[in-house]
């Protein structure tokens, strides 16, 4: 693979996926949209265009990958190049291993696609610990959250296949309570700020942005994983169905990430293990329209990882039961609604019915 130069665009002759959203015709649609866009401001149904960008992307057959010094990824630990894939861990006891990106990555919006697979050995929930994929400002860091370091800066997005403390509840005859169990293999987002330690105990959830379950172990067909970060909107998708879908993880807006990290991706054992396969990184560039006022925000630069109304997030999330709380009250207050507007329109039509009979006298 040669070298591309940063302003050089690769376009995909036919995108990878079906999506359910797809713009038929691109062209049309965004002539009408700059048309749109020029007269109103912002339109939230987004149509954008997207490259491949060969420097962020790790594909087949990963010329170079870890043996020169020439190549846009690095690995570390016990990763190994095969001819099918980049294994971060084999299927062995106490292992870490990564591959990371060379080049800073200076793009406003981006997509990643990862091509993983999962799989060994080890029975359900005898199988750890797990991987995860990176846009950090730190790389090549050895650590204890999936093989990167604690208190990173910027997003993991980890797929965690052992439930670290649903086990240890267990091993102190406590049971979850339905509601808050989660199904493993978990993929999970956190974005940290430096300061932040990932929880491994409690598989995260002190700092998640959310997640949700997906078998991904020991199948037959691809298993992918899709990440977009636009205007500011964190979106985690799963294909691993063998459809051809993408399902719903995760969609968080007001995720403030800076310019110029890395990409990467890295992967953990313990006393369990699992084969973690990297097939694919596909890194797409994003080309968006924007309003004014949006590109103005995109003008204040930002320097540390945040996330908008996360304390509000997180209240949302571990009280669910609150929620069920709030459908009570709204039903209550829409049939308690629903009867006050009754009883008004039963004595407007009395007294219009008596002001019509005092008439026809
Ligand atoms: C990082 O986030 C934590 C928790 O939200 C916050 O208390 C802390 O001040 C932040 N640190 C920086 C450097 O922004
Ligand atoms: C991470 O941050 C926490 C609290 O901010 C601190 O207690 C801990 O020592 C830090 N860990 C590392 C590895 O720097
Ligand atoms: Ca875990």
Same mark, same amino acid.
């Given at each position: 693979m040669a070298a591309v130069g940063r302003n050089c665009h690769f376009r995909?002759?036919?995108?990878? #996926?079906?999506?359910?959203?797809?713009? #038929?015709?691109?062209?049309?649609?965004?002539?009408?949209?700059?048309?749109?866009?020029?007269?109103?401001?912002a339109d939230e149904d987004h149509e954008m265009e997207e490259f491949l960008k060969r420097e962020y992307s790790l594909s087949k057959p990963y010329q170079g990958v870890g043996s020169l010094g020439s190549s846009h990824w690095e690995l570390m630990g016990d990763a190994m190049v095969t001819t099918d894939q980049v294994r971060l861990t084999p299927d062995k006891q106490s292992r870490q291993g990564a591959v990371w990106s060379r080049i800073p990555c200076h793009l406003n919006d981006w997509e990643m696609q990862v091509h993983f697979k999962i799989h060994g050995q080890g029975k359900k929930n005898l199988n750890g610990d797990g991987l995860a994929i990176w846009y950090t400002k730190e790389r090549m860091q050895k650590g204890p959250v999936f093989g990167h370091m604690d208190n990173f800066t910027g997003l993991g997005v980890f797929v965690d296949t052992y439930p670290n403390e649903e086990k240890q509840l267990e091993a102190q005859k406590k049971r979850y309570t339905p509601r808050t169990q989660r199904i493993f293999p978990f993929v999970l987002a956190m974005v940290g700020n430096g300061t932040i330690s990932y929880d491994h105990e409690r598989d995260g959830r002190p700092t998640e942005l959310g997640g949700c379950n997906a078998m991904v172990r020991n199948l037959k067909h691809d298993t992918f994983l899709f990440?977009? %970060?636009?205007?500011?909107?964190?979106?985690?998708m799963i294909d691993i169905d063998g459809q051809h879908e993408w399902r719903d993880c995760l969609?968080?807006?007001?995720?403030?990430?800076?310019?110029? %990290? %890395? #990409?990467?991706?890295?992967?953990?054992t313990g006393d369990l293990s699992d084969n973690h396969d990297i097939i694919s990184l596909k890194l797409y560039q994003l080309t968006v329209l924007r309003s004014k006022q949006e590109e103005e925000e995109q003008e204040e630069e930002i320097t540390i990882p945040s996330v908008d109304n996360f304390e509000l997030l997180r209240l949302g999330q571990t009280d669910e039961g609150m929620s069920a709380v709030a459908i009570f009250f709204t039903v209550f207050f829409s049939i308690l609604g629903c009867i006050f507007l009754i009883v008004i329109g039963l004595v407007v039509y009395s007294h219009w019915h008596e002001s019509r009979r005092k008439r026809f006298y």
């Open positions: 995909e002759t036919k995108t990878p #996926f079906r999506r359910k959203k797809m713009p #038929f015709n691109l062209h049309w649609t965004l002539t009408v949209l700059i048309f749109i866009a020029s007269r109103c401001s990440i977009r %970060y636009i205007r500011r909107r964190l979106t985690v969609d968080i807006p007001g995720v403030r990430l800076p310019k110029g %990290y %890395y #990409f990467g991706a890295t992967a953990v």
